[in-house]
């Protein structure tokens, strides 16, 4: 299947320039790694694995992919270095397709769930807001109806964004200020996009509570208010993550994994950094799909993530 199949050429040029240090960094290592050899063998292999250790792919993730490019050695019986490249990419789509929502892309909306309601989760600092305005002008560019919930009411800055996003992209945002009840501003949201018959809301949650209890508590309130209005509220906790951190990305995704039940990832900031490894390590660990990826400043640059399409720009 072509590679256009899916993405346009413009988004997929965007994801190219996006994962270009990323590609610089895992190519001369992979370079240095197989440099003089023929064969795949087990210093190969060995090299191989902190290569891909090095590229933020993650310990266990890494030890799956060697184990499978094993398998294929064993079986193949012999396999040039040259294989390596096409190798790695195979063995790398499969994985990420394993924990893909099978045909369902990032701005597909239900057609029995409306208005359908995100819950939007993740730390401070990481394009939570950003991700949300960017969202937001994409589905209203598809011609849906959005409305915005400013329920990170912890940071004047969170809220005072998310105004301008909704004046920006001329979409309408509930809030009720700084230092207010974030459940009362998620009610008010659902309600609204019930009343208004919206198809989608998005709402933001604050960054940082003290604790994970904290944490836990302020979300599961959050929900219970939603399903007031709509019992099966929120249709979807869509965890934003920031790439160019690396490992700590991890940590992140294991506090709020443990904190509610996130049902998507949205992993942004891959433009500026060589860590783009690190979408694969997170998709296969925490088994959640990775539903947008941030390769640029654009509101184009949030795009669906296409596991084959990540790949191929990746070892381009």
């Known amino acids: 299947m072509g590679i256009f199949n899916f993405i346009s050429k413009e988004k997929k040029e965007s994801l190219d320039k996006g994962l270009e240090k990323s590609n610089r960094n895992l190519f001369s290592k992979l370079g240095k790694a ?26 266990d993730t890494t030890l799956k ?4 490019i094993e398998e294929r050695v064993a079986r193949d019986k012999y396999l040039n270095t040259s294989e390596l490249n096409q190798i790695l990419r195979e063995e790398i789509s499969g994985l990420l397709e394993e924990n893909q929502i099978q045909g369902i892309t990032g701005f597909d909306l239900p057609d029995h769930q ?24 994409q589905y209203k560019q598809m011609g849906k109806k959005v409305i915005l919930g400013a329920a990170d009411t912890f940071r004047a800055a969170a809220v005072e964004q998310l105004k301008l996003w909704g004046e920006r992209v001329e979409v309408p945002v509930v809030s009720h200020g700084m230092n207010t009840d974030p459940s009362a501003v998620a009610f008010d949201a659902v309600k609204h996009a019930v009343e208004l018959q919206a198809d989608v809301v998005l709402v933001d949650t604050a960054g940082r509570l003290h604790t994970k209890v904290n944490l836990m508590n302020e979300l599961s309130k959050i929900k219970r208010v939603m399903q007031k209005f709509i019992p099966e509220a929120p249709h979807e906790i869509l965890l934003i993550l920031d790439g160019s951190t690396g490992q700590n990305a991890f940590i992140q995704a294991q506090e709020f994994t443990k904190a509610t039940d996130v049902t998507a990832l949205a992993i942004t900031k891959l433009d500026g950094t060589a ?3 690190v979408v694969i390590g997170i998709s296969d660990q925490f088994k959640i799909p990775v539903k947008y990826i941030g ?9 669906p993530f296409v596991g084959s399409e990540f790949v191929d ?3 381009k």
């Open 65 to 68: 992919i060697i184990e499978r």
């Open 275 to 277: 860590k783009g490894g």
């Open 295 to 303: 390769v640029g400043e654009k509101v184009g640059d949030l795009q």
């Open 34 to 59: 197989i440099a003089g050899k023929s064969k795949v063998d087990d210093q190969v292999l060995d090299e191989l694995e902190e290569v891909l250790i090095t590229s933020d792919v993650g310990v």
């Open 313 to 315: 720009s990746l070892f």
């Open 114 to 137: 409306k208005p359908y309601v995100i819950l939007v989760v993740g730390v401070n600092g990481v394009g939570k807001t950003t991700t949300i305005g960017k969202l937001a002008a």
